[in-house]
């Protein structure tokens, strides 16, 4: 990255995105609190970093030595000075990151709209900030219910009508997950949030198609990627301009024999892994790494008191009736309860965790 | 599954596959040896099957119970006759699955014309049967090289003819990774076979879009995949009727601290599981499993031991100047050895595997 | 397990035994709160269980579906009525279980007499309950230190001399792993409680030898293994009669390729699992699990939060120090802010977590 | 390690070894081909290094980055020259290392003298070199069948008895496995070979008790461990004086979600890993890896493709009969078909795996 000097002009900045564009790489500018820094997209193995270090305005270059560069803290930080306080996505008046934790809650799938409808109202209720809904579901098998939005074009556009407008009556921004790349234009028409699930974290066409929307991104890393993987690939977001991601990790594949307790092992060391390494929130769901309703409620106050910025559940007012995942879905009632704890441990670990 | 009689006539056909779409479903016609059967693609679990076996020319009714159906050795068998044969693809003169090894080699990435050229002409010496080249290369970050075709449609479009001119001039089909879904419409203009990489395995929509094209299709298990979720997502492919799929072990996460000394690990066992669970040709990619060029020879060898029916080799006549994965890359000298002994090994274990 | 009627007598109870005996097991009498409970140790394959049922003074005979027989709650719930409360493991005035967290803490290694007893003194004002310290030290290379009590069994005598001592002074129970079957006799001298380390989790000889000490053991799970396999092989010292057993989850190999920012992944949900599993206290080892300092707090307010019954912790008054894994210690005042917060953490889940 | 001059005399020798004795480690002395090497047991990193070089006799110092030192090939070549020829392990006229495969056969637990003659004599007949044969059986449940020596000593000795004379009347040495340290020195006294099994791969005292024991060690990779582990654990025996070992790999714990297709994922690149970084043999037991009798002569033609100096197999004249692991073991006539073809293989891969 490129260290601009607090007085370099408008001019010594648009030189260093020219020179940066000569070498066949596009150029990131981030302007922050005290100074403007040049992040770089592309492969950088080439660039002459000597000449770019005596230009006009030009403090510093600095290699960022991380896969992830875009999102890194050691980014953050030179732009917005030593501090390098973590970034806050606002949505309306939710704020995500450095507050309270963040509460997205709904069903797995989007049934129809009296069922989204009695959700969105039921989760407000509890105490939920966001409206969280499947449309495009992602399944293992051909065979399974694909989602009301699998089918064709027009149950989809219906059923994201449904989530505005669920939103909009009880005051809760919404987001779902766009399962390929023709859903982005689509869902980007409704919804407040664009996620990424766990089994597209590597498909990075599609993190590049919602990287050019002006739209915060949720990320879930793949239950097979280390964390560098993730933070990698979250730089492909980045990469096209949009740095509103919120990082949620959702569960990696289970490691030895015998008997599942739980659906994938929560790794809730990446949280404060995370926070170190890249000014982002980060979230947890134990909804579909623990695949266990019974499970909800102790591994999201772990979550809150591990630093989380929030989390992702699966709520419905009769679980038994779900169509999807009905084993791993909590009531609104629970749902409350979870939400009361959380406040009361996140305003306990605050202070500690990064003093 | 519906089996239908021997002599089951068309009218009977049409009326079972009507009564499928009834229900919401898709139907899979497989015409095979002994008598045809037709598969059920979607949610199965509201279908009454009862109603089906009492059909005129239904002879039976049969469950699959594994979630890869139309896949599955039981379906193939129902049509085929006990014997259960395994599928074989023909690519020209090419026969992929009962045969000898077919060997897929080139670069990781082509660069340039002269270099695929010179590759295409080497790999046919060495005995080679199919030209491999990576043109929207898959990578882990934003800021590496992403293939001569991950900058724009033009180049992609350039080195797509490379390919097709260099498979012409040497006798060799050609097999390109598509990576997004943009890329399938224009790779499938001139390439013989379209593969979908180890990331891609869980993007079910670009499944399904591979799946539409009359093209063969290689699918690479994806490296946090499980042998079941690994042909349950093939099954996305044969859902659109293209059964032609070419299923590719190419090394899963690796587990355990300390040094990495292979990439992934190479999961042979999984050569004769998927034999028996499927009547599709399983090759091994030794290159991308191991890392590690001094490995080749050896997995090969155990590869074909363990019955794979063919491999995929990142092969270039100077591996020191590959762009990508030069370390795992080998001479054409060195992959004449590996088909050299390959054969033999083949020739020798073929008939005892199965016995 | 043979249910004892309410009225049972103790002769009726002897016959149940022998005709136990007979059939080459041995019999585990859990005499309850409600009634006794016979449970079988050995191979129950050929047990003709219907013989039991119709012996005088047996209620019912229940065959336990787990491999772990011996320490599951159904196994507990049996003896103690349908509360199935958890079992507390009392050493002097601490408790282990359905309490405040217990805190262990001290050194990664015992160095010498004065640190030891400089570290004792600190972590006690610090909150702690149990002075911990290796003393036969389990190493992944001959080439490295082994522990004091690696060397020479003088040299051991005399470390585990120093624990004991260094308890009594700061009023302080103590803990040191055995390490090999030649430790056990000697360690039970003078510690409270015999470890368990990870690597030995599958030792069955070893994990015999200490069953059959008259001491609370603490078993570490072994970072390969499944909780199926945990608790089976905690089965192993309970069929000794020895019921005192403290769960460990010290993190699991971890999954996944590139940088490792932790040493293990901690597996937090393993905690209410094995709460409902078993009647068992668990506890949490953040230090090895992360191999960070920096994690320690997090992870420890995670674990509390989580429902665990205690932590395991390294302290070193200077962690640069320590000879062995002083990247992972903390000192005796980040553990009296990781004690304080995780008091008032237990405090807000604990009516939660079992409700 | 402390290379020496070729005509460095004896009193040379022993002056290194009693300055590496004055800083507290033990010298182990290798006497090759070419000349002596003297390598380190115990902490190195307070060793004078430099001091060594001006010694007498004292060619060079090198210092061995692995953690496996004593049975590194950058070791064994030292002593025995450029070449760094892989070490032989003779027992009587079988020559394990270095020639053609040697297979290990025999049932999983040694149940009576005559299932166990009866064994024998079926393998030696199907071309077996060496009979193997479980009589104290590690086993993850207290409530399974633990051995004919599981139970008494005297049952014990019956059985090792058997073990050697059946071996004697067929003419193939044996192996058992010795579970804990109390084994050790009994079963010494009946067996040829003494085997770790998986979970004591991490047991370094036991691994010390057989290393001072003048008898070969099979070693068997532990499946939850990386090869630098293992590695790293063998040193434990060779530090001890004896590095006539056999390692073994037997698979590694499975990843990934879903049905169980076998029981562990068997590593095969292992092979080729562990002979380019040790001199020690290494084989393959394709029985508990698999899990499966359908997949043993698949994977035992690829791991002798894939290098490996040996199997080891369960066999049992009626695998359906054996109390322990009958769904993995063959039969003496499948045994037979399977060294045929390995026998065959092992003749094609020889001159090309290491050229």
Redesign the interface.
């Known amino acids: 990255m490129m260290i601009m000097k607090r007085d370099a002009t408008d001019e010594d900045i648009k030189r260093v995105i020219r020179e940066i564009k000569v070498h066949g790489l596009k150029a990131d500018v981030s302007r922050g609190d005290f100074r403007t820094v040049i992040g770089?997209?592309?492969?950088?193995s080439k660039v002459p970093f000597d000449n770019f270090a005596i230009m006009p305005g030009v403090k510093e270059v600095v290699k960022i030595e991380t896969?992830?560069?875009l999102i890194s803290r050691e980014y953050g930080r030179a732009a917005d000075g030593l501090s390098g306080a973590s970034k806050t996505i606002d949505i309306g008046n939710i704020h995500i990151g450095n507050g309270e934790p963040i509460i997205m809650a709904g069903p797995c799938a989007v049934e129809n709209k009296k069922q989204l409808f009695m959700i969105a109202e039921a989760i407000k209720k509890a105490g939920a900030h966001i409206l969280r809904g499947g449309i495009f579901k992602?399944?293992?098998?051909?065979?399974?219910?694909q989602g009301v939005g699998g089918s064709d074009r027009k149950s989809a556009e219906q059923a994201l009508k449904w989530m505005r407008d669920a939103g909009k009556e009880y005051g809760l921004p919404v987001v779902t997950e766009v399962?390929?790349?023709?859903h982005v234009d689509l869902a980007a028409e409704y919804v407040d949030i664009l996620q990424i699930g766990s089994?597209?974290m590597?498909?990075?066409?599609?993190l590049a198609k919602v990287g050019k929307k002006n739209k915060p991104v949720l990320l879930k890393r793949?239950?097979?990627?280390?964390?560098?993987?993730f933070l990698?690939?979250a730089?492909?977001i980045a990469?096209e301009g949009n740095k509103d991601i919120i990082l949620c990790e959702r569960g990696?594949?289970?490691?030895?024999?015998?008997?599942?307790?739980?659906?994938?092992?929560?790794?809730?060391?990446?949280?404060?892994?995370i926070k170190?390494?890249t000014y982002l929130p980060i979230i947890i769901d134990p909804s579909h790494?623990?695949g266990r309703r019974?499970?909800i409620?102790?591994?999201s106050?772990?979550?809150?008191?591990?630093?989380a910025d929030g989390l992702m559940i699966e709520v419905h007012y009769n679980p038994q009736e779900a169509i999807v995942d009905g084993r791993q879905t909590i009531t609104p009632g629970e749902l409350q309860?979870i939400i009361k704890?959380c406040r009361?441990?996140h305003s306990?670990?605050k202070p500690?965790?990064y003093a």
Chains 1, 2, 3, 4 share one sequence.
Request: some cysteine; charged content about 25%; hydrophobic content about 35%.
């Open positions: 770089l997209v592309g492969d950088e896969p992830y560069k992602p399944r293992s098998s051909v065979h399974s219910f399962r390929g790349e023709d089994r597209n590597y498909n990075q066409d599609l793949h239950f097979g990627a280390g964390i560098e993987e990698s690939f730089d492909y990469a990696i594949v289970p490691v030895g024999k015998g008997k599942e307790y739980t659906r994938y092992t929560l790794d809730l060391a990446a949280v404060p892994v170190k390494e790494s623990t019974d499970l409620f102790s591994m106050c772990a979550a809150i008191a591990a630093g309860d704890a009361k441990i306990l670990v500690g965790v």
